[in-house]
T-cell receptor, first 114, second 115 residues
C-alpha cells in the first residue's frame, strides 16, 4: 500500500520568504504525484502534478515541485510567498495501475504574515 | 466553480435522522468518489464508483450508504450517524480510474455536524 508523509504540519513565513514543503511517499513502482491547495473556506484545487518526463514541474501561481525518485520525494517550492498563499497544502500520490486510489498526506498549513 | 457541485454545503443532523448528501459533476467524467476530511487527519477515501459501479469501499460503516444513479450524480445517504462522523465530506470526479494522466477534481464539500 502507498503512503504519503508531510512532515511540516504548520509553517509560518513572512511575505517574500522562500517556501519549501516536504512530501515523501512510499511505493515501489511508478507513481503519479500531485499537490493540492485548499484556501480558507474553498475547495481543494490542483496546484500541479507529475506523471512523467521532466522531474521539475511548474504549476499555477508560481509554485513548482521537483520529483526526486531516489529520495521518494516531491517537495513543493515557491521562491517568494505572498499573503494570499495562506492555505493548506496537500501532497497526494496514486499508482497508474490502481489510479482510483489517491492517497493524501495529512496536509501542511501555511500561514504567510503580511 | 469547480465543475463538481455538492449540496447541501452545511448540514446539522441528529443521531436518529436520515439525510443525504448530493454531488453532481459537469465534467463528463466516468468516475466519482466520496472522501472524508477530518481535522488533523489525511483525507480518507470512502467510496469509488466507476461507470456507476462501486469499485471500492474502504471499510466504511454501513451507516454510510452511497448511490450512483448515473455517471453525473452521486449520493451519500446518512443514517444513525455518530458525533465522530462530523467532518467535511468531499465529492470528487475523474476520468476512468486506471487511465494515464488521471486527475481528480473536488467539489467544495459538505460540512456535516452530528449532534
Amino acid at each position: 500500500a502507498q503512503s504519503v508523509s508531510q512532515h511540516n504540519h504548520h509553517v509560518i513565513l513572512s511575505e517574500a520568504a522562500s517556501l519549501e514543503l516536504g512530501c515523501n511517499y512510499s511505493y515501489g513502482g511508478t507513481v503519479n504525484l500531485f499537490w493540492y491547495v485548499q484556501y480558507p473556506g474553498q475547495h481543494l484545487q490542483l496546484l500541479l502534478k507529475y506523471f512523467s518526463g521532466d522531474p521539475l514541474v511548474k504549476g499555477i501561481k508560481g509554485f513548482e515541485a521537483e520529483f526526486i525518485k531516489s529520495k521518494f520525494s516531491f517537495n513543493l517550492r515557491k521562491p517568494s510567498v505572498q499573503w494570499s498563499d495562506t492555505a493548506e497544502y496537500f501532497c497526494a500520490v496514486n499508482a497508474p495501475g490502481s489510479a482510483r486510489q489517491l492517497t493524501f498526506g495529512s496536509g501542511t498549513q501555511l500561514t504567510v504574515l503580511p | 466553480e469547480t465543475g463538481v457541485t455538492q449540496t447541501p454545503r452545511h448540514l446539522v443532523m441528529g443521531m436518529t435522522n436520515k439525510k443525504s448528501l448530493k454531488c453532481e459533476q459537469h465534467l463528463g467524467h466516468n468516475a466519482m468518489y466520496w472522501y472524508k476530511q477530518s481535522a488533523k487527519k489525511p483525507l480518507e477515501l470512502m467510496f469509488v464508483y466507476s461507470l456507476e459501479e462501486r469499485v471500492e469501499n474502504n471499510s466504511v460503516p454501513s451507516r454510510f450508504s452511497p448511490e450512483c444513479p448515473n455517471s453525473s450524480h452521486l449520493f451519500l445517504h446518512l443514517h444513525t450517524l455518530q458525533p465522530e462522523d462530523s467532518a467535511l465530506y468531499l465529492c470528487a470526479s475523474s476520468s476512468l480510474p486506471g487511465s494515464s494522466g488521471n486527475t481528480i477534481y473536488f467539489g467544495e464539500g459538505s460540512w456535516l455536524t452530528v449532534v
